[in-house]
């Protein structure tokens, strides 16, 4: 199967709210919710889209002929590329009833260890989600991240408890899930963490722990302030605050403020290797990659998720190899045009 089969392959398998559009730029969902769509005015998957495109890249081929180095380091273990899957949950929801989060978390968690790569897990309202997450990756060695929600101290700890009982690679917590109101509906001191909150929760963790949601060099600096190993720069897919700017519009600075000190993950709107080049060149030390994740293995569980992830890695290395780069550690800001 290539990945024009694959494509094809997920339609009719995603339930009435995501379209399977040929180039997933988040228009024609728009504003379905439940579905994929995004916040009122549900500009904000479009937005994250369009800023990838409008990152110009230099083309050099005046150099040796060499095959480019897509590894990538993270807390000591080697990937195949910088580009791992965004965790997503409530799969029966959004996306329809072929898989429920405890499924899609299993094949998707197998699939990107097998391939190289590093796949973040989803959280539901079903706290038995994550911890059958947290068992999938023991027994895959470790290699997958668990993705929290930003509920009250005693809930987190009682999950950070059966994650350290485990063998797991790092953990995450969704921090812009804040914005959900069944969040603090089910769990009253669930919500927004000051920087001495999430200091405490790190610090009992005791593995890698890594913040997605931040949109500012404010928030980038209070999660290094607290001890966090990553940050995600992620808007949520506009979910809960449809009203700022696309990630790559953000990105810049805040790797400007915080590079070297975090490592910088970037999440929204990248769709093909190109994305992952400019992602990098803007600051980013890897990205997450969600809803093509979600329609590949859809369309063919983990083959489907390899084919994916191939595509990609071709389109990197070829544009690698066009902007005269032999390794992603060289990727730059030299490497785009500003106008």
């Given amino acids: 199967m290539n990945y024009t089969e694959l494509h094809a392959a997920a339609d009719g398998q995603l339930g009435p709210y995501c379209r399977n ?17 995004s916040k009122y005015p549900g500009t904000a998957a479009p937005k994250n889209f369009e800023a990838w495109q409008n990152v110009r890249l230099k083309m050099d081929t005046f150099n040796a002929n060499c095959e480019p180095d897509m590894s990538f380091e993270l807390f000591g273990h080697m990937f195949k590329t910088p580009v791992f899957a965004a965790p997503i949950g409530g799969m029966n929801l959004h996306y329809g009833d072929k898989y429920n989060d405890y499924e899609y978390n299993s094949i998707l968690l197998k699939a990107a260890a097998e391939y190289g790569s590093l796949a973040f897990t989803g959280e539901a309202v079903d706290h038995g989600v994550m911890k059958k997450a947290v068992d999938d990756i023991d027994a895959l060695g470790g290699i997958g991240c668990p993705t929290m929600k930003p509920w009250g101290k005693e809930t987190l700890f009682k999950k950070l408890d059966y994650i350290k009982s485990k063998n797991v690679f790092a953990v995450a917590m969704d921090i812009d899930a804040a914005g959900l109101p069944l969040l603090r509906a089910l769990n009253t001191d669930a919500g927004g963490k000051s920087v001495e909150q999430m200091k405490e929760i790190i610090d009992y963790a005791e593995i890698p722990f890594i913040i997605k949601g931040i949109m500012s060099v404010e928030g980038a600096e209070k ?15 506009g979910r809960v605050f449809g009203c700022g700017p696309a990630t790559a519009e953000v990105l810049p600075y805040i ?11 970037v999440d929204g709107g990248i769709r093909r290797g190109e994305d992952v080049f400019r992602a990098l060149a803007l600051g980013a030390d890897c990205v997450l990659i969600g809803r093509p994740v979600v329609n590949a293995l859809y369309g063919s569980a983990e083959e489907g998720l390899k084919i994916l992830m191939d595509k990609i890695a071709y389109e990197l290395r070829d544009t690698m190899f066009m902007c005269g780069v032999k390794s992603i550690k060289e990727i730059s800001g030299a490497n785009i045009w500003s106008y």
């Fill in 255 to 265: 790797a400007d403020a915080v590079k070297g000190k975090i490592k910088i993950i």
């Fill in 21 to 37: 559009c040929p180039v997933c730029n988040g228009k024609a969902c728009g504003i379905a919710m439940p579905g994929p769509g």
């Fill in 223 to 237: 999660a290094v302030e607290a001890g966090a190993a990553a940050i995600v720069v992620s808007n949520h897919g």
